[in-house]
């Protein structure tokens, strides 16, 4: 009998986290890495937030919390999401979960049977695919070109419905590209789905503030309310609070969705920790101020790296609308060999290379179900961020 269940050969394990991981490695070793292979803000986790969560350990708040979160929390995440999008959603409505992954695992496992389907706008991120994989779904991957600006169009979305489609799972701003839909390309996209009703949308919005040039993000719901019964609005604090290790993500939702997620994770991790619940009250009912000074540095980072880029031999870099990453084309790089001697036929060579020759940790578009281009993350200090710009030009211009 074997010991491993076959439904762990539907998924693969996370490629970020494991170039992270290898790029640890070559550091302790001793190696000189920039790594910008982490979806993680650099900046540390205010300084009213962290002392929230003092306060509650010192005031005994360590005991099992009810599962879908504090009653404390769940209103401030609807007065939050309220405050952010006009969106309207009940305590009852609102579920916190160890991070956002939680909150995606939740709803599909609570609602996917054996061949139901799920869109997946690609570029996307990694887990997608698999937590539908998982779910014994199938994922639809649907390729959204970069001359389209990485963003789905009506008719890549009607095109992608079959009568087995019961997801779209959409993500603004996008990780890996930063592309970032506005409220007239969502409204496009709710036209489709209203032709659709038993289509559900779980849109994922964990880089919502993270948004430059004066961008106006948007989310589903507040585009049209009719979609509200059959759409998770999902988000957290990992991001723009800077609290990737507090694990705190929730959603809105309707009722009976919310109970059959919440019946799930009782069964599995129970309530998040009390103490990262008490830190995330903080985070949206207290002060909002530094949010815009890590955006507006984000910015300036981003646009550094566009530019330093955009010299780079066989390189094409878009100028994203959010989040904290840039995705480059590649293309011009394929079928060449490398100062140090490496072909670079694919994505994952060029990566694999640059972190080899060159010292520099970056993803290969092909995790991201988009081959051709890669990934970095410019959440890191500005002079880290041109050494390495400085070093992928160097590497690009080596290729022969």
């Known amino acids: 009998m074997d010991l491993i269940a076959a439904r762990l050969d539907r998924i693969s394990p996370s490629q970020t986290i494991a170039i992270s991981t290898k790029a640890r490695e070559l ?73 956002g992954k939680q909150v995606i695992y939740n709803a599909m496992v609570a609602t996917i049977n054996p061949g139901d389907e799920a869109i997946i706008p690609a570029p996307c991120w990694v887990s997608y695919p698999d937590i539908v994989a998982l779910a014994e779904g199938t994922p639809v991957v649907v390729p959204c070109m970069a001359e389209h600006g990485f963003k789905m169009r009506p008719a890549d979305l009607e095109a992608a419905i079959t009568p087995r489609t019961k997801w779209l799972l959409l993500n603004s701003p996008n990780n890996p590209t930063g592309a970032a839909y506005d409220a007239q390309e969502l409204r496009a996209l709710c036209d489709v789905l209203l032709r659709h009703p038993d289509i559900w949308i779980l849109t994922d919005d964990i880089y919502d503030k993270l948004v430059y040039d004066g961008f106006r993000p948007a989310t589903i719901v507040q585009v049209e309310p009719r979609l509200r019964s059959r759409t998770v609005t999902m988000n957290g604090v990992s991001k723009a609070y800077a609290m990737t290790g507090w694990r705190i993500g929730f959603a809105g939702a309707p009722v009976e969705l919310i109970r059959a997620m919440n019946k799930l994770q009782g069964q599995s991790t129970s309530g998040p920790s009390s103490i990262s619940q008490a830190a995330a009250l903080e985070a949206l009912s207290g002060p909002q101020d530094f949010i815009a000074e890590m955006v507006a540095t984000y910015q300036g980072r981003r646009d550094l790296v566009v530019s330093m880029l955009n010299q780079a031999s066989g390189l094409q870099c878009a100028t994203p609308e959010g989040a904290f990453y840039v995705f480059p084309s590649l293309r011009g790089c394929l079928g060449r060999t490398s100062a140090g001697g490496a072909r670079i036929d694919s994505d994952r060579d060029f990566v694999t290379a640059l972190l080899d020759e060159e010292g520099v940790a970056a993803v290969h578009g092909s995790a991201f179900m988009f081959a051709g281009h890669f990934r970095i993350s410019y959440a890191t200090d500005t002079e880290s961020l041109k050494e390495a710009c400085l070093r992928i030009q160097r590497f690009c211009g080596g290729l022969r």
């Open 27 to 99: 550091k302790a070793a001793g190696k000189d890495i920039i790594s910008l292979s982490a979806g993680e803000p650099d900046f540390d986790t205010p300084a009213n937030i962290k002392q929230a969560a003092i306060r509650a350990i010192e005031a005994g708040q360590t005991k099992y919390t009810d599962v879908a979160g504090t009653p404390a929390l769940r209103k401030a995440v609807a007065e939050r999401f309220r405050l952010d999008s006009g969106l309207d959603y009940t305590s009852d409505e609102i579920i916190v979960s160890n991070g």
